[in-house]
């Protein structure tokens, strides 16, 4: 008889423990970071924007919540949003951005939303930068 009860017990782990596998979800790609899905950018000389001369706009996307840049030389730098009613709305003043370190530009900034980098000089720049 406790033969029979441990088999029984055996048989009931098992089932337990294998039903509790068979429910268990299927693993979910995992999102791309923020930074994760950084854009590489090359402002040329003789611009302060970019895009360059409004050749484009950029675009946020859920990736982020904020508008990040990470430099490879120390800028000043704001953000000129376009909102799709029109005209242009840039931020009033400048942010320091190290070469080398993520900055973030403009906080807080809704998926989809179009702008554009504001350099506080003409200087040639490069880096990555992330919305």
């Known amino acids: 008889m406790k033969t029979a009860t441990r088999i029984a017990a055996g048989v009931f782990s098992v089932a337990a423990i294998g039903g509790s596998l068979m429910i268990a979800p299927t693993a979910q790609a995992a999102p791309t ?3 994760g899905s950084a854009k590489s950018f090359s402002k040329p000389a003789g611009d302060r924007w970019y895009p360059a001369n409004g050749s484009g706009r950029l675009t946020t996307t859920s990736n982020c919540a904020d508008i990040n ?3 490879n030389q120390t800028t000043q730098i704001a953000v000129c949003f376009y909102p799709s ?4 709305q840039c ?3 400048f942010k320091t ?3 080398g370190q993520w900055t973030v ?3 807080d900034v809704r998926d989809g939303t179009r702008f554009i980098f504001d350099f506080a000089g003409t200087a040639a720049k490069s880096g990555v930068w992330a919305a």
């Open 33 to 35: 970071s923020c930074y």
């Open 69 to 71: 840049i990470k430099p």
């Open 85 to 88: 009613s029109g005209g242009s």
């Open 91 to 93: 931020q009033p003043s």
């Open 97 to 99: 951005a190290p070469a």
């Open 105 to 107: 530009v403009a906080t």
